[in-house]
């Protein structure tokens, strides 16, 4: 198949290198702007969240998709990173795999946390967002369309979403509750207004916590979701103030550096909370804290990989599910895969037809005038025998396409029966 991905997750490059690599929602706007207006002839799709970042894209009009190379050079030249220091650091697929590996990460079986609800949502957001830019064509619609699809089956027809599950309340139930016995009596700061902010106060909620205050660039962004679980907001000049005040810190921010700095903290942080203990929850890509601060005294930083362990523990709890949801990435997988080669057989044999069809009118003709006067009914007969004769030495071709469209050998096929049968492409 024509397409390809280019891109690094959690299951092999380091937090240090996502950081380097992800892309805030404008950096992707701009990312797929920019390879569209010179790559004309490629479709992509940017897929950018706290645990990966991966570049799809396909050639159109039958030609190759961009080598990985090309696909690896472009992600580190936009971050003005060398290549060579993150080339070991990618993974690459092409054709089936491709479409397989989307296919889970839709689904959330590829997630750090699997079941974990967010990331269908990203997926939907990085499609849209090539549609609206017009770098998303009818390979990207076709195989993006498909993954939403498996992973509404896999959320309809297994467990595994059964009990929400995030790598928030993997983070709340594994680590804040080690340094707090309670959290209604807790000041909670979230710095950030997104779907995980939200995600994260509905698990602090759960476990006892009542005291939010909402912190975000867009203040009326942090208005609203103060409203939503009944705590109150603050504007960003007012980080400093709130993180001397607060008990647990959850930053979810898309600003691509630090936003508290280890000499911000030291100066101005840590000597005026008086040894409190802070813990900190860093679920932005890149980070928002430094992680050097996670060494001050009463400082608990946690990010998304320190998580792993924990997240290794839901993957084993929820195994059992995990049979059901694979059978249905394999059928699916199986199910793209032959209708886009019967896609790309429908002008081969539309063409076979009319070509079979402009012999058997011309033959008609030749033998109706070589009969002279027949009656009509005579007529219509030889005319449905024609007709007969050519349906049953189509159909022989046409089952095999059919056949191998569900194999690998389709395209040979295809090539194959234009040479017998001298189709032009």
Request: aromatic fraction near 6%; include cysteine; charge should be negative.
């Amino acid at each position: 198949m024509n397409l390809r991905m280019v891109g690094c997750s959690h299951h092999k490059t380091s937090i240090a290198i996502r950081e380097q690599l992800a892309f805030t929602p404008t950096e992707a706007a701009d990312a797929l702007t920019a390879w569209h207006q010179a790559h004309p002839g490629v479709e992509a799709v940017l897929l950018s969240t706290c645990n990966r970042t991966e570049f799809y894209a396909a050639g159109l009009d039958g030609a190759p998709a961009p080598t990985d190379s090309a696909l690896a050079e472009y992600l580190a030249a936009f971050h003005s990173i060398p290549v060579d220091q993150v080339a070991s650091e990618l993974v690459s697929l092409d054709g089936r795999a491709v479409v397989e590996h989307l296919f889970r990460v839709a689904a959330s079986l590829d997630s750090m946390v699997v079941g974990e609800p967010q990331i269908l949502a990203q997926v939907k957001s990085a499609y849209e967002l090539a549609c609206e830019l017009g770098s998303a064509g009818p390979h990207m619609h076709g195989c993006f369309q498909a993954a939403l699809r498996v992973a509404r089956r896999v959320a309809s027809e297994t467990a595994l979403h059964r009990h929400r599950v995030s790598i928030p309340s993997v983070a709340i139930a594994d680590f804040a509750s080690r340094i707090f016995e309670r959290f209604d009596d807790k000041e909670v700061l979230v710095i950030g207004a997104g779907e995980m902010a939200d995600e994260t106060l509905r698990y602090l909620r759960d476990s006892g916590a009542r005291r939010f205050t909402i912190l975000n660039r867009d203040h009326k962004r942090a208005e609203s979701l103060a409203a939503t679980w009944n705590g109150k907001a603050a504007t960003w000049g007012e980080l400093h103030q709130q993180l001397i005040q607060a008990d647990l810190v959850i930053s979810t921010t898309a600003a691509g550096h630090p936003i508290v700095t280890l000499d911000y903290y030291r100066q101005q942080i840590i000597n005026q909370r008086k040894q409190r203990p802070l813990f900190i929850l860093d679920l932005a890509m890149p980070r928002d804290f430094e992680p050097t601060i996670g060494d001050e005294l009463a400082t608990y930083l946690y990010s998304i990989d320190d998580l792993a362990a924990a997240c290794d523990q839901n993957r084993k709890n929820r195994q059992r599910e995990m049979p059901k949801a694979e059978r249905i990435i394999g059928e699916e997988t199986a199910r793209f895969l032959t209708d886009t080669r019967m896609q790309v057989s429908s002008p081969l044999i539309v063409q076979l037809r009319d070509e079979w069809d402009v012999v058997k009118q011309a033959e008609l003709t030749r033998l109706m005038n070589k009969l002279g006067d027949v009656d009509e009914v005579t007529r219509e007969e030889i005319t449905r025998f024609a007709d007969r004769l050519v349906n049953k030495l189509l159909h022989p071709p046409m089952k095999s396409l059919r056949d191998e469209a569900e194999s690998d050998n389709h395209s040979s096929l295809l090539d194959a029966l234009r040479r017998l049968f001298q189709l032009k492409e």
